[in-house]
Nanobody, 114 residues
Framework: QGQLVESGGGSVQPGGSLRLSCAASGFTFERALMSWHRQAPGKERELVARIVTTSGGTYYADSVKGRFTMSGDNAKSTVWLQMDSLKPEDTAVYYC???????WGKGTLVTVSS
């Protein structure tokens, strides 16, 4: 039950910005934990950020804290990841998830290079 569709990935130079979107359907979004993970080639998937939709409370990995901002709109059943001051090490496939129900999007590729 449920579907997540990411969008907004692309290529950007170091220091640039991107905004990822994740449109959710098929579950109770307004009482959910929503997360962004990323996976770089040859590396394990890692948690980037998460939000509790009931409260809007957020968590960020140390590697992105101060540069990335996660937000959500319960009326639109959508979460975003605003990524600023991007670094080459941010290059990865980014996945939206509702981890408590093990629901994942297909991912969107972010490439940061000169």
């Amino acid at each position: 039950q449920g579907q997540l569709v990411e969008s907004g990935g692309g290529s950007v130079q170091p220091g640039g910005s991107l905004r990822l979107s994740c449109a959710a359907s098929g579950f109770t979004f307004e009482r959910a934990l929503m997360s962004w993970h990323r996976q770089a080639p040859g590396k394990e998937r890692e948690l980037v950020a998460r939000i509790v939709t009931t409260s809007g409370g957020t968590y960020y990995a140390d590697s992105v804290k101060g540069r990335f901002t996660m937000s959500g709109d319960n009326a639109k059943s959508t979460v975003w990841l605003q990524m600023d001051s991007l670094k080459p090490e941010d290059t990865a496939v980014y996945y939206c998830s509702a981890p408590l129900i093990d629901l994942w999007g297909k991912g969107t590729l972010v490439t940061v290079s000169s």
